[in-house]
């Protein structure tokens, strides 16, 4: 990390009760803490919007596994996505329902259209593509 630098920010009144409301909920010790978050979950975001940077997402699946042939179909997608599939786990919610999790690593549009694929699967009741980064170049 490099060197820490103090700097002053002015907001309204309003909106700083709010930030501190927010602080206090996700149990922030100090804004500080907070703004660096709030920085960093951005430079997240536009690093996806750079469509070929590597990237790493987090998808969850929620299926019925009695639908007819739905567990072959999103193995067959899985499978045809070797290349960012990192790993998957699989979890019986209860009788019916099924909880599937993937990591995905790869190009941000690789990832978005792999999730895309299995989210949209007929049968698949809830998919969800949580988007993070490799770390590398975020301090």
């Given at each position: ?18 930030f ?16 660096r ?80 694929k ?22």
């Amino acid at each position: 990390m490099g060197e820490t630098i103090r700097f002053g920010v002015s907001l309204d009144l309003d909106l700083l009760s709010r930030f501190d409301q927010l602080c206090s909920d996700k149990s922030y010790q100090t804004r500080s803490e907070a703004i660096r978050d709030l920085i960093r979950n951005a430079l997240v975001q536009q690093q996806w919007e750079e469509e070929s940077q590597e990237n790493v997402g987090v998808l969850s699946l929620v299926y019925d596994h009695h639908q007819s042939d739905l567990v072959q179909k999103l193995t067959r997608i899985q499978h045809d996505a070797l290349d960012l599939v990192i790993t998957s786990l699989h979890v019986h919610l209860d009788h019916d329902n099924c909880l599937e999790v993937l990591i995905l690593r790869g190009p941000g549009r690789d990832i978005r259209q792999t999730a895309q694929k299995l989210s949209s699967t007929k049968g698949v009741k809830h998919g969800n593509l949580n988007m993070a980064t490799t770390g590398k170049d975020l301090l």
